[in-house]
């Protein structure tokens, strides 16, 4: 009876205690956010990550009545932004906007002063897009079989730029050099516009970038789009063809977006960030408007987005074997 009597307390005890965590992590699910949340972006201003973070942040302070301030952090290919993000306190007050360049870094930059799935953690992806390959006007060339015969007949004699080591648009210049059988320079920036200019300018005379961004100044007739990137035309650009389809089969190439948080930051402040999340990038207004950019709204849940990037920082690790990318190029 008494050992009996004991283990009733205990249970009581024990779901009292159960019972208080719950009421607290929902509390907390329900005041979050009771301040402004930071939400930093690790690449120069204007490129699609600082874009889509202003046009979410935006969204979540009109949901979540706290503001969402953006902060533009890059440098040394999102490292120096990512590390103030890792180093922030784990109260869902500070959060990362990210892409692959971060799942391509696990692998392309040994040396970091982070470990991305060791001290972050999966909030949320955002949306994903093809990219577009383009040129100067004044380089001859008119598709991807002319760039091929070109680039063949001048190794080393063309460049492309990039918003930085390590970005979706490195690594589609180097996947694109090993698929293609040719030598094209890397020549890396500190952000996607400074990195737009040098192609619009002529200094350098290629690059693959985000169609989001660069569709608009390809239809100007400032750069000279010669293929898509994705599996598929885009509905943005279809006269446009494939890279696959133009002479490199297999070739495909997009960038996607995605929150994540400090480890340690509280589950139900994860859990309600990917709810609104989830339903701002699923509103029938946000997918008409990115639809028309180029843009697919992607929706997961913590679970599922840990276990893509886990995928992606795979994947990535096998292309920057076969492709031979370092750091310094």
Known sequence: MKHSSVLRKSIAVFGCAAACVVHASSALAQTYPAKPVRIVVPFGAGGPADIFARFLGARLQDTLGQPFVIEDRPGAGSIIGTDIVAKAPPDGYTLLMMSNTHTVNESLVPKRPFTLMK?????APVNSS?????????LPVHNVKELVQLAKSKPRGLNYASSGTGTPYHMAGELFKAM??????HV????????RTSV??????MMTDAITTMAPIAKSGKVRAIAT??????????????????????????????????TGTPKPVIDRLNSEITKIVNRPDVRKTWQEQGAIPMSMSPGEFERYLNADIAKWAKVVKISGARPDQ
């Open 188 to 195: 890396p920036h500190k952000g996607s516009g400074e990195a």
């Open 119 to 123: 001290d972050f953690v999966a909030v």
């Open 180 to 185: 293609a059988g040719v030598d094209i320079v």
């Open 229 to 262: 990137t994705g599996s598929k035309r885009s509905n943005t650009m279809p006269e446009v063809p494939t890279v696959s389809e133009s002479g490199v089969k297999g070739y495909e190439a997009t960038i996607w977006l995605g929150i994540m948080a400090p």
């Open 200 to 205: 619009m300018s002529g200094q350098v005379e």
């Open 130 to 138: 093809d990219l577009l390959m383009v040129v100067h006007p004044s």
